[in-house]
């Protein structure tokens, strides 16, 4: 059977469409940084308690080595965090005061514990899950902020977990009262990824 010349046009068009968008390449940060936080693409959590906004964006490999090498070097760097599965979380304060540590604290006990809690606690309450593994963060670092962003900025990762097929980060906020909180990374979002590196 023949396929009339137009079918066959707008199936390989289709095509070609379909497999050059979950291709696309970024040239910028800042354009990276746009798709990433976009919720659409399914990279991007986003909730709230009476204290504090919580962005939490997928942050891949590419990403990863951008920023830590310059732009002619990411490409062969790349594979040395492929086995890594980070996160950038980021905590505003509701209130007016831009410090995280100090908004609606009423002493330095409080403040105190906070620090406490950001610096080192808060690590013990991210996992990674996959299927039936589940893992617990590896790296952790919290930025300090300088009162420069109105966001507190908090760089985490997972290793040894393939995430190719999707996964699951659990938060167990004990301080802010955001609760248990399930951020699902789907497998088409990972695939419409824009890329650095060809």
């Known amino acids: 059977m023949k396929i009339p010349l137009p079918i066959y046009i707008i199936s390989w068009s289709v095509l070609l469409v379909t497999l050059l968008q979950g291709c696309t390449r970024v040239e910028s940060r800042e354009e990276y940084y746009s798709y990433l936080l976009n919720e659409e693409n399914g990279l991007l959590f986003s909730t709230a308690s009476q204290q504090v906004e919580l962005k939490i964006i997928y942050t891949p490999p590419e990403l990863v080595a951008w920023k830590s090498y310059p732009e002619e070097e990411i490409c ?13 979380m980021r905590l505003t304060p509701k209130s007016e005061n831009t410090n995280l540590l100090l908004a609606g604290i009423g002493s330095g006990e409080e403040f105190a514990i ?4 950001l610096d080192f606690d808060l ?3 991210l996992f990674l899950v996959s299927g039936l593994d589940t893992l617990v963060c590896t790296n952790y670092h919290k930025s300090r902020n300088y009162g ?20 699951k980060l659990i938060l167990d906020d004990r301080l802010f009262n ?21």
């Open 148 to 167: 420069l962003t109105p966001y507190q900025s908090i760089e985490f990762s997972f290793w040894g977990l393939p995430i190719g097929e999707g996964v």
């Open 114 to 117: 906070r620090q406490k809690y």
């Open 178 to 198: 955001l609760g248990r909180n399930e951020f699902i990374i789907k497998k088409d979002a990972l695939a419409d990824l824009p890329k650095l590196c060809n």
């Open 123 to 125: 690590k013990n309450n």
């Open 76 to 88: 062969q760097v790349v594979e040395e965090y492929a086995e890594y599965v980070s996160f950038e």
